[in-house]
Structure formats: C-alpha cells, structure tokens
C-alpha cells in the first residue's frame, strides 16, 4: 500500500471526501467485484492446476470420477511452465533511453544509466519473475509503480511491486484500465497494525462488507482480525486536465484522501495523472485488461492425459493383482489360499476344478498408449514446448541444421512474447516519469520531465 501524506485535519482543510463518499466508492467496488469473479475463479482454479491439485478442481466440476481410484497427477503442463519461465529470464529486459532530437542525447544518456540503478534498488529481477510466474499460470501479471515517502531515509524513492489481480477491481467490460472511472488496489491488513498506526481506529475495525476472493491455500488461514483496507483511484478534471485523485479507506474510515489535502486536490496524487499500474498481457482478451495464460491454453489436454493415465494404472492394477470366483458352497479355506505365505491351504472333502477360478483380465491394447503418447505430444505442440527447445530431439532429427532450424522455430514463438514485453517495460517507465524525476533531483542532476 502506498504511503499517505498528511491528513485534512491536520492541515485544517473541510473535508471532501468523507463517510458519505465511502459508503459510494464501496458500492462500485462491490459492483466492479461481482463483474469480475469468473476471472477470480478462473485465477484460482488455475493456481490449483499449477499446484497439481486439479483433481479436486475435476471432481467439483463433476469430472473426478471414483474417488477411490488413484489419481495420477503428471507434471506434463508444469514442466510447459517451467520451461516457458526459464526463457523469459534468459530474456530479461533493460531499458534503454533513446533521444528524440540531438539536443537529447545528453540527457539520454544520463537516463539510460540512472533507470537501471532505479530497477536494481527496488529488486527488479525478482518482481520480473514473480510477474511471469503469475503470467503464465493466469494470463496477466500486474506492476504496480508508486512513490513511497519512506525509501531513502524518508526522502522517498520509486517502488515497484508486482500485484495480485485478486486483488485489483476496474470497470467490467474495458480493456484499457486508464479507461476505467475508478479502480480499487485492496488489502487485509492486521487490526492491530492500523491501530498502532491510526489510534483514532480503535473499536472502529472490522471486515465490513466488502470481501475478496481468495486462493485455496494448504495453511489454515485466519483472517478474523484482519480489515480491509482498500486504495481507491479516480480522476477529476481541473482546468481541462485529468487529474488523479487517491482515497486510503478502511471501511468507512478515511485515512488519507488528495481531496482532502489542499497541497494535493489540484496537483492529483501522479503528475502523470494514470492510474500506477501496469498490466503485462500474456494472451489478449476482448473485454478485458487481462488474457489467458498456459494453463487456460493446455489445462484441458492435462485433464485427458491424467484420465487416460487413471484408467491405464486401472487396467494395470487389475492385471497384476490376481483375483478369483469362489462357489459360496466350495471347500477351500479363502483366507490361507489369499495369503501367498502359508504353504498349506486346507479344503473340506475332494477339491473340485470349479471350485475357485481366477479372474481372466483383457489385456491393454498398444493402441491406448499410443493416444496418451499423442495427448502429450499435442501439449508439447500446443504450448510450443517441444523436446528440442530443452535440448532434445525426436523423429530421428541429428543433423545439426535441422536442430538449428527447428530451434529457430522456438525462438520465433516465444518472440512475440518478449516483443509485447518490452511495451509493458516502456510502460512501467512511462510511470516512473514523475517518481525518477523526484529521485534524480536529489543526485543534483538536472533533467527533463521523461517523455
């Protein structure tokens, strides 16, 4: 959460933006919930798949089956994921300042050396990787680019955090979120953590109504004596100029709002007057900000490789485990004949031939192997995660040409990926304009306003 200036009580400013204004904003943030909880499910549904867990996600979609039958669960879509990750690290970006005229090299080139300093100080690398993670499970990983007043010593500096979409709401239907007239960033935090940092929210705390979907998590987790704090942005306009407005709210309690402030009503909370988020699109979508991801794209084949797994360990369990017919009326003791042991079985009277006889099993036929082969080659095809882009080869290819074409291939498919990915770093740039600005002025470096 980002940090607050000072409140209009102390600057002794009426207020704008109080109960009545929540009690508003927490309408369109229950509206703009309920317009995105297919996309919630979808999320968690996802991270199950990821978690090897989709059996349980099957069974509740009334695909599970016998749920006394084992359930294999193949890594066939993880290891899609892993090698799709492993990539977008090889190809980890730097931004590079270009000028747009001679008279800007200079200051060009001052940029170019100052915004990886800037990324390197918020641990870019790491927030790049927990980015694709939730990219390439979900569709879309969200960078959230803010000041905090409290970085440097309290002289403040650029922060940059990847989000959780769970925990993001905007205007259903936009694919833009720039679009959207407000958008809401939400997160529980520990009673007693406002209360030390508010006092004046004693007694005041509580969930609420408002609520947030929630991952299927191993932990038993208690949230009973968390609030919802939640980050509201919306635009005024004010001299014919957008201006980006920020509310900090814990149910109806207002804890910081730029209305509020007489030093930040006109200026808005970013020079830049966008909403400080950046979304990272995966596959697009029309009708949202956010796409699909490599789950969405291979979750089905998974399903039908473990189901043709199922039956396969089925048939192989029946085979191997010997079972028999036994007449209710035949002499053999079961017990001593079942236990493989005992060297004496006993019987009453002459043993007759159909006194007990075992159970005949049709064998499997090579032709189902064949389609769970085909299942896992049309996975590997689909996701583009063939065996030659980790090394390997099939179909007899050695000759070094052919490998050197088809991991051209590879190369091909996954740069698109890395092309659209350098749009969301000009973004994530884009929003640090003001942020840097504010940073380099304190290295007495003079610099323009970041185009």
Same mark, same amino acid.
């Given at each position: 959460?980002?940090?607050?200036?000072?409140?209009?009580?102390?600057?002794? =400013?009426?207020?704008?933006?109080? &109960?009545?204004?929540?009690?508003?904003?927490?309408?369109?943030?229950?509206?703009?919930?309920?317009?995105?909880?297919?996309?919630?499910?979808?999320?968690?549904?996802?991270?199950? @798949?990821?978690?090897?867990?989709?059996?349980?996600?099957?069974?509740?979609?009334?695909?599970?089956?016998?749920?006394? $039958?084992?359930?294999?669960?193949?890594?066939?879509?993880?290891?899609?994921?892993?090698?799709?990750?492993? $990539?977008?690290?090889?190809?980890?970006?730097?931004?590079?300042?270009?000028?747009?005229?001679?008279?800007?090299?200079?200051? &060009?080139? %001052?940029?170019?050396?100052?915004?990886?300093?800037?990324?390197?100080?918020?641990?870019?690398?790491?927030?790049?990787?927990?980015?694709?993670?939730?990219?390439?499970?979900?569709?879309?990983?969200?960078?959230?680019?803010?000041?905090?007043?409290?970085?440097?010593?309290?002289?403040?500096?650029?922060?940059?955090?990847?989000?959780?979409?769970?925990?993001?709401?905007?205007?259903?239907?936009?694919?833009?979120?720039?679009?959207?007239?407000?958008?809401?960033?939400?997160?529980?935090?520990?009673?007693?953590?406002?209360?030390?940092?508010?006092?004046?929210?004693?007694?005041?705390?509580?969930?609420?109504?408002?609520?947030?979907?929630?991952?299927? @998590?191993?932990?038993?987790?208690?949230?009973?004596?968390?609030?919802?704090?939640?980050?509201?942005?919306?635009?005024?306009?004010?001299?014919?100029?957008?201006?980006?407005?920020?509310?900090?709210?814990?149910?109806?309690?207002?804890?910081?709002?730029?209305?509020?402030?007489?030093?930040? !009503?006109?200026?808005?909370?970013?020079?830049?007057?966008?909403?400080?988020?950046?979304?990272?699109?995966?596959?697009?979508?029309?009708?949202?900000?956010?796409?699909?991801?490599?789950?969405?794209?291979?979750?089905? !084949?998974? %399903?039908?490789?473990?189901?043709?797994?199922? =039956?396969?360990?089925?048939?192989?369990?029946?085979?191997?485990?010997?079972?028999?017919?036994?007449?209710? $009326?035949?002499?053999?003791?079961?017990?001593?004949?079942?236990?493989?042991?005992?060297? @004496?079985?006993?019987?009453?009277?002459?043993?007759?031939?159909?006194?007990?006889?075992?159970?005949?099993?049709?064998?499997?036929?090579?032709?189902?192997? !064949?389609?769970?082969?085909? %299942?896992?080659?049309?996975?590997?095809?689909?996701?583009?995660?063939?065996?030659?882009?980790?090394?390997?080869? !099939?179909?007899?290819?050695?000759? &070094?040409?052919?490998?050197?074409?088809?991991? %051209?291939?590879?190369?091909? $498919?996954?740069?698109?990926?890395?092309?659209?990915? =350098?749009?969301?770093?000009?973004?994530?740039?884009?929003?640090?304009?003001?942020?840097?600005?504010?940073?380099?002025?304190?290295?007495?470096?003079?610099?323009?306003?970041?185009?």
């Amino acid at each position: 959460m980002e940090q607050e200036t000072r409140t209009a009580r102390d600057a002794g =400013a009426p207020v704008k933006i109080g &109960a009545e204004a929540v009690r508003a904003a927490a309408e369109v943030l229950r509206r703009y919930r309920a317009g995105k909880q297919n996309l919630d499910r979808r999320i968690i549904d996802n991270e199950q @798949f990821w978690k090897l867990r989709h059996w349980e996600q099957m069974e509740k979609a009334g695909e599970g089956g016998n749920p006394e $039958d084992v359930r294999p669960a193949s890594g066939w879509l993880v290891n899609c994921i892993l090698s799709k990750h492993a $990539d977008a690290m090889d190809c980890y970006p730097e931004p590079t300042v270009l000028p747009r005229e001679p008279g800007d090299r200079e200051e &060009a080139r %001052k940029l170019t050396r100052i915004l990886p300093v800037v990324l390197k100080k918020n641990g870019f690398k790491r927030t790049y990787s927990s980015a694709w993670w939730y990219k390439l499970k979900s569709g879309c990983a969200v960078y959230g680019v803010f000041w905090d007043n409290e970085k440097l010593h309290g002289l403040g500096d650029v922060s940059i955090r990847s989000m959780d979409v769970l925990n993001l709401f905007w205007e259903p239907g936009v694919t833009d979120i720039q679009e959207s007239e407000h958008f809401f960033c939400t997160e529980l935090v520990p009673n007693n953590h406002l209360v030390r940092r508010w006092p004046e929210l004693e007694g005041k705390l509580g969930r609420g109504g408002a609520q947030v979907s929630r991952y299927l @998590f191993d932990d038993k987790v208690d949230t009973s004596e968390q609030s919802l704090v939640v980050d509201w942005y919306y635009h005024t306009e004010r001299e014919g100029r957008q201006v980006l407005q920020y509310c900090k709210f814990v149910g109806e309690n207002v804890l910081y709002a730029t209305e509020n402030d007489p030093e930040m !009503a006109a200026r808005g909370w970013y020079d830049h007057g966008k909403y400080p988020f950046v979304f990272d699109t995966l596959f697009p979508e029309e009708g949202t900000p956010c796409g699909y991801g490599y789950v969405d794209l291979c979750k089905s !084949a998974q %399903k039908q490789i473990d189901l043709m797994n199922q =039956a396969i360990l089925k048939n192989t369990l029946a085979s191997a485990t010997p079972r028999f017919f036994v007449r209710s $009326d035949g002499a053999v003791n079961e017990n001593e004949y079942a236990d493989w042991t005992r060297p @004496f079985v006993h019987t009453n009277g002459n043993l007759g031939s159909d006194s007990i006889a075992p159970i005949q099993t049709a064998g499997l036929d090579s032709v189902y192997v !064949a389609i769970l082969q085909s %299942k896992i080659a049309e996975m590997k095809e689909t996701a583009g995660n063939r065996d030659v882009a980790n090394g390997g080869t !099939a179909g007899g290819v050695t000759a &070094a040409t052919a490998i050197a074409a088809l991991q %051209k291939g590879m190369d091909r $498919d996954f740069g698109g990926m890395m092309s659209k990915q =350098a749009k969301t770093l000009t973004g994530i740039v884009s929003n640090m304009s003001d942020a840097v600005y504010k940073a380099v002025s304190y290295t007495h470096l003079t610099l323009p306003t970041i185009r």
